[in-house]
T-cell receptor, first 112, second 114 residues
Framework: EDQVTQSPEALRLQEGESSSLNCSYT??????LFWYRQDPGKGPEFLFT???AGEEKEKERLKATLTKKESFLHITAPKPEDSATYLC?????????????FGAGTRLFVKA | ETGVTQTPRHLVMGMTNKKSLKCEQH?????MYWYKQSAKKPLELMFV???????ENNSVPSRFSPECPNSSHLFLHLHTLQPEDSALYLC?????????????FGPGTRLTVL
């Protein structure tokens, strides 16, 4: 069964304390892996798309990497404004088109 | 306005009410989606429209009825809902097509069913 698992469920960091969020997936024929940020009461905001193993993308303090089984979102020297829920999603082909499967997210809290 | 907009942002309704959620995208996309988001659960895909045709319906109860009159607008009509339907309802849009397809989300409608 295709699935996406994110860990940890919640992560508490001190400001400046770097860490990584994990997204592991089992799908047949990955077309793309997406990272989103979601603030409370708002819709997910797109961050990155990764297409193939070995690919990396960066944006400010965030860096996303991809292997054949998982993706990491590395957060370097986080600030309180990085506090949010980070969602991972994968896209894979299915009959007649494709499907998108989301993980449950990692809630990140950064304390000043 | 830009991006994906949703109205209303908050909705409280009784189980016998009929209401509608509205979504509009200003991105020139061809595909639109409705998702349900409950606490600590993954986003649940409800409906997908591509070029105004429904292409997916993930066993959603008939008390939810989607409508897509054109590629920029999407509605979700609600009637005789249950308290367990209380959630954040998110609309998204994407270009559609064969390439990996990034979805862009609206701010959501927080629905409470009493």
């Amino acid at each position: 069964e295709d699935q996406v698992t994110q860990s940890p469920e919640a992560l508490r960091l001190q400001e400046g304390e770097s860490s990584s969020l994990n997204c592991s997936y089992t799908v047949s024929g990955l077309r793309g892996l997406f990272w989103y940020r979601q603030d409370p009461g708002k819709g997910p905001e797109f961050l990155f798309t990764l297409y193939s193993a070995g690919e990396e993308k960066e944006k400010e303090r965030l860096k996303a990497t991809l292997t054949k089984k998982e993706s990491f979102l590395h957060i370097t020297a986080p600030k309180p404004e990085d506090s949010a829920t980070y969602l991972c999603a994968v896209q894979a082909p299915e009959t007649g088109g494709f499907k998108t499967i989301f993980g449950a997210g990692t809630r990140l809290f950064v304390k000043a | 306005e830009t991006g994906v907009t949703q109205t209303p942002r908050h909705l409280v309704m009784g189980m016998t009410n009929k209401k509608s959620l509205k979504c509009e995208q200003h991105l020139g996309h061809n595909a639109m989606y409705w998702y349900k988001q409950s606490a600590k659960k993954p986003l649940e895909l409800m409906f997908v429209y591509s070029l105004e045709e429904r292409v997916e319906n993930n066993s959603v109860p008939s008390r939810f009825s989607p409508e897509c009159p054109n590629s920029s607008h999407l509605f979700l009509h609600l009637h005789t809902l249950q308290p367990e339907d209380s959630a954040l309802y998110l609309c998204a849009s994407s270009l559609g097509g064969l390439a990996p397809d990034t979805q862009y989300f609206g701010p959501g409608t927080r629905l409470t069913v009493l």
